[in-house]
């Protein structure tokens, strides 16, 4: 079985300030792991993905996100953002061995709003 | 590009009425899905299909049901409604041979039972 933490319910940040939004997952088998964001009235869109090779990836509209398997994090970052990026966020993850064919473990979210 | 089509969009129920929640995907996707999300607790796996007549319980199954009659189509029938069955639903599917998680969501449905 796996599970996902996410941190923060909720993290305001200044227009053009970074941002990092945390995620921490359990698992006892490989796994592959997701950044999903949910804008206001939306369903979810994939941000970014991390499914092997290089532990740095990026995704869509300037996010990346490092693995570290020794913490077993996903943390999600941006070094700038813009009030647009406001939405909620999802951390998930696919167990890797069996194909995933149950869908994805969501986290709780995390709320991103951006202040002006 | 049509995606992931859910109906209706927003719907409100009486306790003890029936509806079912209608999904469609044109993508020939193997894999669908329908969750739950409910504020401040994330997506919750109802029920999945790995592709026509085979389908499986997700996580909060209880008091609903669903078929995959066709790849295309996987509805969600909810009998009996409860007020717990308040909530936002999602269809989603993802491609099946050399799947690897990604989902593709359509925009929700949103029910109220009153």
């Known amino acids: 079985a796996q599970s996902v933490t996410q941190l923060d319910s909720q993290v305001p940040v200044f227009e053009e300030a970074p941002v990092e939004l945390r995620c921490n997952y359990s698992s006892s088998v490989s796994v592959y792991l997701f950044w999903y964001v949910q804008y206001p009235n939306q369903g979810l869109q994939l941000l970014l993905k991390y499914l092997s090779g290089s532990t740095l990836v990026k995704g869509i509209n300037g996010f990346e996100a490092e693995f570290n398997k020794s913490q077993t994090s996903f943390h999600l970052r941006k070094p700038s953002v813009h009030i647009s990026d406001t939405a909620e966020y999802f951390c998930a993850v696919s167990d890797r061995a069996g194909g995933g064919a149950d869908g994805l473990t969501f986290g709780k979210g995390t709320h991103l709003i951006i202040q002006p | 590009n049509a995606g992931v089509t859910q109906t209706p969009k927003f719907r409100i129920l009486k306790i003890g009425q029936s509806m079912t929640l209608q999904c469609a995907q044109d993508?020939?996707?193997?894999?669908m899905y329908w969750y739950r999300q409910d504020p401040g607790m994330g997506l919750k796996l109802i029920y999945y299909s790995v592709g026509a007549g085979i389908t499986d319980k997700g996580e909060v199954p209880n008091g609903y049901n669903v078929s995959r009659s066709t790849t295309e189509d996987f509805p969600l029938r909810l009998e009996l409604a409860a007020p717990s069955q308040t909530s936002v639903y999602f269809c989603?599917?993802?491609?099946?041979?050399?799947?690897?998680?990604?989902?593709?969501f359509g925009e929700g449905s949103r029910l109220t039972v009153l």
């Open positions: 989603a599917s993802s491609y099946g041979r050399g799947f690897t998680g990604e989902l593709f």
């Open positions: 993508m020939n996707h193997n894999y």
